[in-house]
């Protein structure tokens, strides 16, 4: 079965009908839309001719696609649960750009509920800021005269720090062989998710925080545009088609993505006073405020995370949401050795396979605390192995990383997402750490559980 008739199988009753031939407004977009396919053709003697587009549009909404993107959370054993996704359709200039985000929240869900509503739409509607040198400037002077401290530092250094942000590595800045579509992400994230920190400081409950990790997903080649292939789009899980994956994280929400051979790779690194980058900016003015804990755990301050969103009492120490973004190709393996060179393959892919990741997970540290990368990648892969494409898909894997994390005893909120890609079900059967997962079930293993 083709994966265009799972996804139509699988979100059937989501399917809402655009106005055929209509003009409609832009609004912004939690849906992904497909252009409908005439299938009558396929009947009899016309069997043989190709399939046709029609003029009607179908929109289905990302969350209610379990055959390419699984989400699910739990509070396991807390009395709240403060993580928070969201899934949306972003244009950004002429592109369009897949997003997904994770939030983990902390005492309460004031922040959690600002950043759900405004984040993405800072980063699709930011164009001004990115292009007005003095737009950028005022929001960076406000930081330094409204919070001072750290940050009135930070903008003595601003044009620095500015650069900083534009030649962050790894990043894909343009490929020899083909024209990218260009974007200014390296830049507009940072400022989007400054300015987005800075708008909920005036929001009028604004002392709680939350962390994050975004990533955005963009088609900049299309080996035969306009081909059925499953669908006319020429969307990032599409055959013949290379694209875009960049990933912006502040605090300690992870991203990991699994190649085609299924080996897991972190993608973020998280924002804690034991990471040496971390510390190195920190102590530069402040380092009087790191301690231990009476685990041994090193913080800043009460802290755990240096890098959030909110938590505004300690901005002028350094708690900053300025993110550490990414940038990666990925796609079809076939096309991407066609159009970038072995240097581009090594410099960009991951791992320099060149193409046919499996999926991408995005998590909270209710996850990640209590599994490994591979372990997380293991069971969405075993899980996919065992029971097929039809019962295993990304939402159905999703849910089963949550529910290890339950069943062993997990103690904070748990959320993942898995996000399908082009080499969904192409790893090799094989379970790297399935004696291990075996091994801390039986360890976890309440008495009441074994009859």
Not at 146 to 151: A, L, T
Not at 223 to 231: G, K, L, M, S, Y
Not at 309 to 327: C, I, N, R, S, Y
Not at 407 to 426: E, Q
């Amino acid at each position: 079965m083709s994966i265009g008739n799972l996804l139509i199988l699988n979100t059937m009753a989501s399917l809402r009908h655009l106005s055929c031939g209509s003009r409609t407004v832009r609004r912004f977009s939690n849906a992904v839309t497909f252009t409908s396919i005439d299938r009558s053709q396929s009947l009899g003697k016309a069997a043989a001719k190709p399939l046709v587009s029609t003029s009607c549009k179908l929109r289905v909404p990302l969350l209610k696609s379990p055959s390419h993107l699984g989400h699910y959370s739990s509070r396991v054993n807390r009395m709240y649960n403060e993580d928070k996704y969201s899934a949306f359709v972003l244009d950004i200039g002429k592109e369009k750009v897949f997003n997904f985000n994770i939030f983990d929240g902390h005492g309460g869900e004031q922040c959690l509920t600002f950043l759900l509503e405004t984040l993405a739409k800072t980063v699709e509607g930011l164009t001004d800021l990115v292009e007005d040198t003095d737009a950028q400037d005022k929001l960076l002077r406000k930081y330094g005269t409204d919070i001072g401290g750290y940050w009135k530092r930070w903008y003595k250094q601003k044009k620095a720090n500015v650069e900083k942000m534009l030649l962050a590595v790894p990043q894909v800045a343009q490929l020899s062989r083909f024209e990218m579509p260009y974007d200014d992400l390296m830049l507009r994230l940072p400022l989007a998710f400054l300015r987005t920190d800075y708008n909920f400081f005036q929001q009028e409950d604004n002392e709680l925080g939350s962390t994050c990790t975004s990533a955005y997903l963009e088609t900049i080649y299309s080996e035969q545009p306009n081909e059925f292939r499953p669908v006319y789009e020429s969307y990032f899980f599409n055959r013949q088609t290379i694209s875009k994956l960049t990933v912006a994280q502040v605090g300690d929400t992870k991203a990991i993505l699994v190649d085609r051979t299924g080996e897991a790779h972190a993608l973020t690194i998280a924002h804690h006073p034991s990471n040496p980058v971390e510390s190195s900016r920190l102590r530069r003015y402040l380092t009087n405020y790191f301690m231990t804990d009476s685990f041994g755990e090193e913080r800043f301050i009460s802290l755990a995370n240096t890098r959030s969103f909110g938590d505004l009492k300690f901005k002028e120490m350094g708690v900053t949401a300025e993110p550490d973004v990414v940038q990666y190709i990925i796609g079809d393996v076939d096309t991407i050795l066609k159009k970038l060179t072995e240097e581009e393959i090594k410099n960009h892919t991951i791992g320099g396979l060149g193409g046919d990741e499996a999926f991408l997970v995005l998590c909270t540290d209710g996850v990640s605390n209590e599994l490994t990368d591979q372990e997380i990648a293991d069971i969405v892969m075993s899980n996919f192995n065992l029971k097929g494409h039809l019962k295993a898909n990304p939402q159905h894997c999703a849910e089963e990383v949550v529910r290890f994390v339950e069943y062993i005893g997990g103690d904070d909120n748990a959320s993942c997402l898995v996000v399908r890609l082009n080499g969904w079900g192409k790893w090799p059967i094989i379970d790297r750490t399935g004696q291990l997962r075996q091994e801390r079930l039986n360890a976890y293993l309440p008495r009441d559980r074994r009859d």
